[in-house]
């Protein structure tokens, strides 16, 4: 039979659209069941940007819309919840706050925009139920003469109360603002979150006058963002709700598993043969909880890769997506001290770091190590990797978060020496000599002179091998001829760095396996130690299983002494 080919959702999170336009959805709707036999009503989720949170904000409104109820078989006849209604459908007014976009630049223009963002939404709803106040439009008058910000919050639940329907209270980036104070790196940005959240302040006064309502109109609320940055300093003004995040029935209720993507594919027409990426690897991963049962998918990135091979046709050149440049800025801006960066350099090094979880923390604890830890997995900068002998191992979710790092890196590389000149047309060219005729030299010495000898002494007290990686890695991940890995394990140990051709460019001859050492200037005595040691483990790596039968593998080690000397021996 001739299957009807579906619209692919690639920037739409209109849930409405979705289902009477002919797109395909990945049906969410078997959560809604679970939120709703929640014993705690008030509830919060956190997951990271671009992760489904408006699609699904936008499917909770329409189901519990009572405005919408005459299109509940239009809208979900053939999802898994309006096969399986619970008694709560259509049973809501849907009051909604969007808290992205504020003006943070100041105290005063936050105070202003902040109370705008309420008013409106407060002016909305009442124009929406128009039909439950009877004095609506002089209502709608008096919010747009009055100004009254969180005050009108008070008055509309006032005015429903005659009317005897309750309230589904929705907000969307309630952390917005905290995370672009904390993006600001200055005293400015943590005072202004200060002054705000803490008591007596415009934000709790907020969440305090929610919770007041909970005692009569607003029935249900849930809350997103995509870190719990302020659930610490909230707790006292909004002790109510419960945090969700972290428990494992909720692992897969935003994002796409293995199967959704299949399916995902097959309705929209995506041909499996432009497929020219090892998916799972640059956009699958993520696990939010160690028992969770599947992982699964960045539905933005994954998305837009279907795109790509939907409007072209064939192979697509673009594989990653260049909105994750926003978590790179944001990145680059939230480490503040040597700890954290080295932090950031064991997580390349390593490709992960063995850390708890913290369910939620404040503002000023994003120094201490554990806390920022915490923050990059929210952020969807780390996963859960595996749970052993009582520790949890967090790791880089996949390719494409990789590349953020690395392009933070690239920056601290140019920042421990301001005369780091970068020549990309020699850089590119050395990578090019790896590629095709196999010659290491070039690339070796364009970082030895360009990079390393242009460090000073102060700089080399506390280098070792992983930064030589950085350096190294570096212009590997900006030539794009290859996917540079590393600590790639195979069975008889972990590769310092794996040169992979990129799959855009099939017709690359040769791939590397690299051993790294790093000598002091005053340590060349260990150099025949190094030397033996290099040919032993690339020796094994040569046996391994995934390379012994392959003539297109170059193994090399790369011993660098002092930071003007180096030798390589394939």
């Given amino acids: 039979m001739e299957t009807t080919v579906k619209r692919l959702p690639y920037g739409t999170s209109n849930f409405g659209k979705l289902i009477t336009e002919n797109y395909a959805y990945v049906d969410k709707t078997r959560f809604v069941e679970q939120l709703e036999n929640e014993a705690n009503p008030y509830q919060f989720f956190i997951r990271p940007r671009k992760f489904g949170k408006s699609l699904f904000f936008s499917l909770l409104e329409h189901y519990y819309d009572l405005n919408r109820a005459a299109n509940f078989e239009k809208l979900f006849g053939e999802l898994y919840i309006g096969k399986h209604p619970t008694p709560n459908k259509n049973a809501y007014t849907v009051l909604k706050f969007d808290f992205s ?218 594989i990653i997506d260049d909105n994750l440049k926003t978590d790179y800025n944001r ?120 990079i390393f000898s242009r460090l000073s002494n102060r700089d080399l007290q506390h280098f070792n091998e992983k930064h030589i990686k950085i350096m190294l890695l570096n212009g590997l991940f900006q030539s794009k001829l290859y996917v540079p890995l590393t600590e790639k394990e195979v069975e008889n140990g972990y590769i310092d760095i794996f040169l992979q051709r990129s799959p855009r460019l099939p017709d690359i001859k040769y791939e590397w396996v690299w051993e790294l050492k790093y000598l002091k200037k005053g340590d060349r005595k260990a150099l025949h130690s190094a030397r033996n040691d290099a040919r032993a483990q690339l020796e094994k790596y040569r046996k391994s299983r995934e390379f012994a039968e392959r003539t297109d593998m170059r193994f090399a080690s790369i011993i660098f002494i002092g930071k003007d000397k180096f030798e390589i021996e394939e």
Avoid: C
């Fill in 101 to 318: 976009g504020l003006d943070t630049s100041n105290e005063d223009r936050f105070r202003a925009s902040f109370s705008g963002k309420i008013q409106m939404a407060v002016r909305r709803f009442v124009d929406v139920y128009r039909n439950l106040f009877p004095d609506a439009d002089s209502f709608i008058q008096r919010l747009d003469e009055g100004k009254q910000g969180i005050l009108s919050i008070q008055n509309v639940i006032d005015k429903m109360e005659p009317a005897n329907v309750k309230i589904f209270v929705i907000i969307d980036e309630y952390d917005h603002f905290a995370n672009d104070l904390i993006a600001m790196g200055s005293q400015l940005g943590k005072d202004v979150y200060h002054n705000m959240v803490h008591a007596n302040g415009l934000v709790r006064d907020f969440y305090e006058a929610l919770k007041i309502g909970t005692k009569t109109a607003i029935d249900r609320i849930f809350i997103t963002g995509i870190s719990p940055v302020m659930l610490d300093d909230l707790t006292s003004g909004f002790n109510i709700a419960v945090n969700l995040t972290l428990e494992p029935q909720y692992n897969e209720m935003m994002g796409f598993t293995q199967q959704e993507v299949d399916a995902l594919m097959y309705e929209t027409g995506v041909d499996p043969n432009f497929i020219n990426v090892d998916m799972e690897m640059y956009y699958n991963g993520y696990l939010f909880h160690k028992d969770g049962e599947h992982r699964v998918y960045n539905p933005s990135m994954i998305l837009y890769f279907f795109y790509q091979i939907l409007k072209s046709q064939k192979a697509p050149e673009n």
């Fill in 331 to 450: 990145l680059r801006r939230m480490v503040q001290n040597e700890e954290n960066r080295n932090t950031l350099i064991e997580i390349v090094q390593n490709n992960g770091i063995m850390s708890d979880i913290i369910s939620k923390f404040s503002i000023d604890r994003l120094e201490d190590t554990k806390y920022f830890i915490s923050l990059l997995f929210y952020m969807g900068l780390l996963t859960v990797d595996k749970y052993h002998d009582g520790r949890l191992y967090l790791k880089i979710p996949n390719y494409s978060i990789r590349t953020v790092y690395w392009e933070y890196l690239e920056q601290l590389t140019l920042e421990w020496n301001k005369d780091v000149m970068i020549d990309l047309t020699q850089q590119t060219d050395a990578v090019w000599q790896l590629a095709y005729p196999g010659n290491l030299r070039p690339y070796i010495e364009y970082v030895s002179k360009n």
